[in-house]
C-alpha cells in the first residue's frame, strides 16, 4: 500500500454539547476567474484551541480573511456566535478579536498609548479595560515603555491586548508564532491555553506542524484552498495507522512470519517518518503498520515457530506524517 493510497475523510468530533462559536459552512472564494477555496466547511466550540495548519499558500490567510469580512465569500455561510457575517456583519464581528499577519502596533507610542488609540474606536473601553488586558498578556512593568524598545514577543503580547480590549468570544491568530524564539514560543503557548481555560475560544492559523500539535485541541488540515481532514490531533494521527517496530533474533524468519498475516504493511526506508534516534540500536529492525491489538497473538506465534522477539515497540505518527500522507509529500514547515 503506498502512501497516496490512504485515504483519511473529512470528519469532525461529536462536539454537539459545547456551544458554536464560529460556524463555516460550503465556503468558496473565486479571484480572477480562478477558485482559490474550495468548499470549506469547519467548527470551532466554546473554549477550543482550534489550529487552521497549511503551508504558506494553501488559503490560510485568505479563509480568516472571509471570516472577518475583509473580503466577501463567492459561496458559503460564515456564522459568528449565531450572526451570519456577511448579513449582520457588525453584530458577528464585535465577537471577534483578531490579529491577520502582523500586530499593528505604533512604535513611536508607547503600549499604553497604543491600547488608548484602539480603544477610541470602540464602544465602552475604559482605562479599567485597558488596564486588565494589560494584566492579562503579562506587559504592566514595560506598558509605559515606548513599543520601538519592544522585543518581538512583547509585540505580540500588545497585539493580543489590542484584539482582546472588545472582550471577544473568538480571538483568530495568523501565524502567531513567526519570528518568537522558542521562549517566545512556549509562552504564547501557555498564554493561550490560559485564555481557552477561562472560556474563550481560539483560531491560530500556522504552517508550523510541531506548535499546532503542542498547543490546539483540534485541527483543519488545508491544502490547495481544500480542507483535506478535520479533528482532534489524537484522531487525525490515529486514523494515519500506527507503527509497530519489530526486532527479531531472527530477522529474516521473522519477516516470513509477519508477510503470512493480513493487513500488515511493511514499511521501507525512506518511506517513515519516525525519528531516527528512535530506531538507533535496533538491527535489522522491521517496521510494519498494523493494528496494536494483534500484537500479543503475534508475539505468540513467534515464540512457538522458535522466533525469539527482542522488542516489539508501538510508534504514533506525527501530524506531519499525517500531512505528508494527505498531501502526498507536499512541504510544510
Not at 46 to 71: C, H, Q, W, Y
Amino acid at each position: 500500500m503506498r502512501v497516496k493510497d490512504m485515504q483519511i475523510p473529512v470528519q469532525e468530533s461529536n462536539l454537539l454539547e459545547k456551544e458554536t462559536i464560529l460556524s463555516v459552512k460550503g465556503v468558496k472564494k473565486k479571484i480572477s476567474g480562478k477558485m482559490i477555496i474550495h468548499d470549506v466547511s469547519f467548527n470551532v466550540q466554546a473554549g477550543e484551541i482550534f489550529g487552521f495548519l497549511g503551508p504558506n499558500g494553501s488559503g490560510k490567510t485568505t479563509t480568516i480573511r472571509m471570516l472577518v469580512d475583509l473580503i466577501k465569500p463567492t459561496a458559503g455561510e460564515i456564522k459568528i456566535c449565531g450572526h451570519n457575517v456577511q448579513r449582520d456583519p457588525e453584530e458577528a464581528l464585535r465577537h471577534i478579536g483578531c490579529i491577520v499577519e502582523n500586530p499593528e502596533v505604533y512604535s513611536y507610542m508607547t503600549g499604553w498609548e497604543n491600547l488608548e488609540h484602539f480603544a477610541r474606536m470602540q464602544r465602552g473601553i475604559d482605562n479599567d479595560r485597558i488596564q486588565e488586558v494589560v494584566a492579562i498578556v503579562g506587559l504592566e512593568h514595560r506598558i509605559h515603555d515606548k513599543v520601538k524598545t519592544y522585543s518581538l514577543g512583547m509585540r505580540q503580547r500588545l497585539g493580543i491586548a489590542q484584539a482582546l480590549l472588545g472582550r471577544p468570544r473568538l480571538l483568530i491568530l495568523d501565524e502567531p508564532t513567526n519570528g518568537l524564539d522558542p521562549k517566545g514560543i512556549k509562552e504564547l503557548r501557555e498564554f493561550v491555553r490560559m485564555l481557552a481555560d477561562q472560556g474563550m475560544s481560539l483560531f491560530i492559523s500556522s504552517h508550523l506542524l510541531s506548535e499546532i500539535q503542542l498547543m490546539c485541541d483540534r485541527v483543519a488540515i488545508i491544502s490547495h484552498g481544500r480542507v483535506l481532514a478535520v479533528g482532534t490531533v489524537d484522531e487525525l494521527v490515529k486514523q494515519a495507522g500506527t507503527y509497530v517496530v519489530w526486532q527479531f533474533d531472527q530477522p529474516e524468519a521473522g519477516r516470513q512470519l509477519l508477510a503470512k498475516e493480513q493487513d500488515i504493511i511493511f514499511v521501507g526506508n525512506g518511506e517513515h517518518r519516525i525519528d531516527e534516534s528512535i530506531l538507533a540500536g535496533l538491527q535489522d529492525a522491521l517496521i510494519t503498520i498494523m493494528e496494536h491489538e494483534r500484537i500479543p497473538g503475534l508475539v505468540e506465534k513467534a515464540v512457538h515457530a522458535g522466533i525469539g522477539v527482542l522488542s516489539v515497540q508501538r510508534i504514533a505518527p506525527t501530524l506531519e506524517e499525517l500531512f505528508l500522507k494527505m498531501t502526498e509529500g507536499e512541504s510544510i514547515g
